[in-house]
């Protein structure tokens, strides 16, 4: 690395640690790796430093921008780069013109046809072919989408306050060749939801938002779940576990997941291959048909996760995911749902590598208790190991964990850890797990014996362990009842992505007068 490029990482380390701070209202988090290995994610921070930060950061923002060649400061593999080659015939459907505009005045409305939407004078903009070079959605403006609309080759900037209306039949894709970087703020969220009235619509109106990317997976020729087989766009996964789908940052997506074909729907957020460097940060799924979010292999983290009234699992994963989640609220509604986590590995070989096992801090799942549709906390099989720490389990009536086929060995290799937690109001009559299981399907591993282990430092009680706000589905609240000097949590472990100092069990910080759900997440019922 050049002395000008070492200089240059030097001020975004120091730009970098001033943001951590507080020093930029609007812009809570920077990922240092992506901030130099993407330029185009470097120059929007840069941007709203510049606009938003204290006279001493917009001074160090521009002093980089005047240095900065746009550039990747790190070493980049070279399926990172965005390709340009032609889609497939049967499929691309170029932008008008590359972006041509033609304004035409009918009655007095001006009416503006631009490279494959339609706009009105109300701000309102029809998407109706998909989008193949670089684009981006402005803040005051509500996209509809009119069907499955493909990001190929290109990037596709969706500014705060966006609004993203699916029809009937659409959903919206992000294939392994493009980048998605939307990027909302407390204040201005961007939301995907259904294009129905407010008061009309319901879980799968539409289909939902899919990130696909290059990162390894452990199932060959894998493809996105709700797409036909034959349409290739549908394809994901390799070889750079860093590789980015983009940024997804205060974003809401409600009433997503129809059903393509018999039982194959998509879920709210669908992340295929993402790599480490993409970021998914402050995401509400909200009342999705199927899943809430699915992770199909890669190394995606998610941090400031929040899944409500989801119709299948709240968050799901498959094929070799090895992210890191940090900061997650799961509220199962009493009408629907099955499984707040369920895991698994590979159906046909559950030694596939990698293996799918995620890591899990500071979690508050909710159950809704003995209601008209009971659940299961996490479900664990076909190989999937995992790790579950400071994590608070309330009012699961089914069980708090189900774990199926390879357990033992999982537990021995220390593939599948389970510790600090707090498991409340779980099962019936205190039992964590499931009395009288029809059929060993875990080889008699005993999850609760496991899980009562004194070395491991988890609590089981029979009262909620959670203020009874988090049952109420319009305005939920997720504190704790317990005292932060009564948890028995654990540090997160040192690096980057963690907030090393959530040294407590569940979501919310038991102490604090306000959480991250504050602002940006909302709880409609149609």
């Known amino acids: 690395m050049s002395d000008h490029s070492s200089l240059l990482v030097e001020k975004l380390w120091r730009l970098k640690r001033r943001i951590d701070k507080g020093q930029c209202p609007g812009v809570d988090f920077v990922h240092l790796n992506v901030l130099l290995r993407e330029p185009a994610y470097r120059a929007d921070v840069l941007r709203r430093v510049d606009a938003n930060g204290t006279p001493e950061l917009q001074a160090l923002a521009r002093e980089i921008m005047a240095n900065d060649d746009g550039q990747p400061l790190m070493a980049k593999s070279p399926d990172q780069k965005l390709e340009s080659s032609t889609a497939h015939p049967t499929h691309r459907r170029t932008w008008f013109g590359r972006n041509a505009l033609v304004l035409v005045p009918v009655l007095g409305v001006v009416v503006a046809t631009v490279a494959g939407f339609t706009a009105f004078e109300n701000r309102a903009v029809r998407i109706h072919s998909d989008i193949t070079t670089d684009t981006v959605w402005e803040t005051g403006t509500r ?93 994901f996964g390799g070889q750079n576990p860093d590789h980015s789908c983009g940024v997804v940052q205060y974003t809401r997506i409600e009433f997503a997941g129809f059903e393509v074909y018999k039982n194959n729907e998509l879920n709210g957020l669908t992340l295929g291959g993402c790599g480490s460097n993409t970021i998914v940060q402050n995401v509400q799924v909200h009342r999705a048909l199927d899943d809430g979010i699915e992770m199909f292999g890669g190394t995606v983290d998610l941090k400031n996760i929040l899944v409500t009234g989801a119709a299948d699992d709240s968050i799901d994963w498959d094929w070799g995911w090895n992210g890191r989640v940090q900061f997650a609220v799961i509220q199962q509604h009493r009408d629907v749902g099955d499984n707040a986590f369920e895991g698994d590995n590979n159906g046909a070989n559950h030694t596939a590598l990698p293996r799918s096992e995620p890591t899990f801090y500071n979690v508050s799942l909710y159950g809704s208790g003995r209601s008209a549709r009971e659940h299961r906390a996490i479900l664990l099989r076909e190989g999937s190991g995992g790790h579950f720490h400071n994590m608070i389990i309330d009012s699961f009536a089914i069980e708090a964990l189900d774990t199926r086929d390879e357990v033992t060995a999982l537990v021995g290799m220390n593939a599948l850890t389970f510790s600090h937690n707090l498991l409340s109001n779980n099962g019936r009559l205190g039992n964590l797990t499931a009395a009288g299981e029809t059929e060993d399907d875990d080889f008699d591993f005993n999850e609760e014996e496991w899980i009562r282990t004194p070395a491991l430092f988890n609590t089981v009680q029979l009262e909620s362990g959670l203020q009874t706000s988090a049952s109420n589905e319009s305005s939920l609240h997720f504190r704790p009842l317990g005292m932060l000097r009564t948890m028995e949590a654990k540090r997160p472990p040192k690096s980057e992505f963690y907030d090393e ?26």
């Open 143 to 235: 996209y509809v989408l009119e069907d499955k609309i493909f990001v190929e080759n290109a990037q596709l900037t969706i500014k705060p306050g966006v609004i993203i209306q699916g029809e009937a039949g659409s959903a919206f894709i992000v294939t392994s060749s493009s980048k998605l970087f939307a990027r909302g703020s407390r204040n201005q969220p961007v939301l995907f939801t259904s294009a129905k009235p407010e008061g009309e619509r319901a879980r799968g109106d539409w289909g939902g938002v899919v990130l696909l990317g290059k990162a390894p997976v452990n199932e060959p020729d894998s493809a996105i779940e709700g797409l036909p087989d034959t349409d290739l766009r549908g394809r």
């Open 501 to 526: 100092s959530a040294e407590y069990q569940g979501a919310i910080n038991p102490r604090a007068t306000s959480s991250w759900l504050d602002g940006w997440t909302a709880f409609p019922a149609a």
